[in-house]
């Protein structure tokens, strides 16, 4: 799952943002926010890989916050670069529950998208949750409609099909035809919206698509 390209995006966007805030003088960094414990966090995290169940997967869910970045309620330290970096390494485990479509599941990885980690990390977690579209596209839009305030780039989730599809082109434009046609299958009147603006990011990557 892991290549390692995005190893050296999750290193460097680490590296970017420490260098960023050290660099501020203390009067001009943001103030930080009560609400979120690295610490409990991480226990939690630990418990959830070591046993997935979905009680376990809300307790990690109900510790995030409900908007913003973790790091606006603690200090980006070597602390939180580590954890981050240990929650990156054990998302297949994430992943597999998300695929089989447990719904605790999939909230986590919304939650995880843009409160917790960087630039590869929530690139890792649009390539899990856009792959849900396909398998389970009912549970995928129930739940990018409950955490649309949470999606700041819907068209790197719907498509970002993952590394393997790198230069290639018709295997994109397969993959984007597929999510498509699983999206139209949902019919509920109060995810067409939703629906409807997925369908034509996905349209529009399809015919901005070059030919092999």
């Not at 260098?19 to 959830?48: H, M, N, R, T, V």
């Not at 998208?113 to 649009?126: I, N, Q, R």
Request: a negative charge; glycine letters at 4%.
């Amino acid at each position: 799952m892991f290549n390692l390209w995005t190893r050296y995006l999750h290193y460097f966007s680490s590296l970017l943002i420490f260098l960023a805030l050290i660099a501020l003088p203390a009067s001009c960094k943001p103030e930080l926010q009560e609400g979120f414990d690295l610490a409990k966090f991480y226990e939690a995290w630990k418990e959830y890989i070591s046993y997935p169940s979905s009680e376990n997967a809300i307790r990690v869910y109900e510790l995030l916050p409900d908007t913003g970045h973790v790091t606006q309620y603690i200090d980006f330290t070597k602390e939180y670069e580590d954890i981050t970096w240990e929650v990156y390494e054990s998302l297949d485990m994430l992943e597999r529950q998300v695929y089989t479509s447990d719904r605790k599941a999939v909230q986590l990885a919304f939650r995880l998208l843009t409160t917790f980690g960087d630039a590869a990390f929530s690139e890792e977690l649009d390539i899990i949750l856009g792959t849900l579209i396909r398998i389970n596209p009912k549970l995928f839009l129930e739940e990018l409609y409950t955490h649309r305030n949470l999606v700041s780039r819907l068209d790197a989730l719907v498509g970002n099909f993952g590394p393997e599809y790198c230069g290639r082109d018709k295997a994109e434009r397969l993959e984007a035809s597929l999510r498509i046609k699983a999206l139209k299958q949902v019919t509920d009147p109060k995810l067409v919206e939703v629906r409807d603006e997925c369908i034509v990011l996905l349209e529009s990557f399809h015919h901005n698509s070059k030919e092999d």
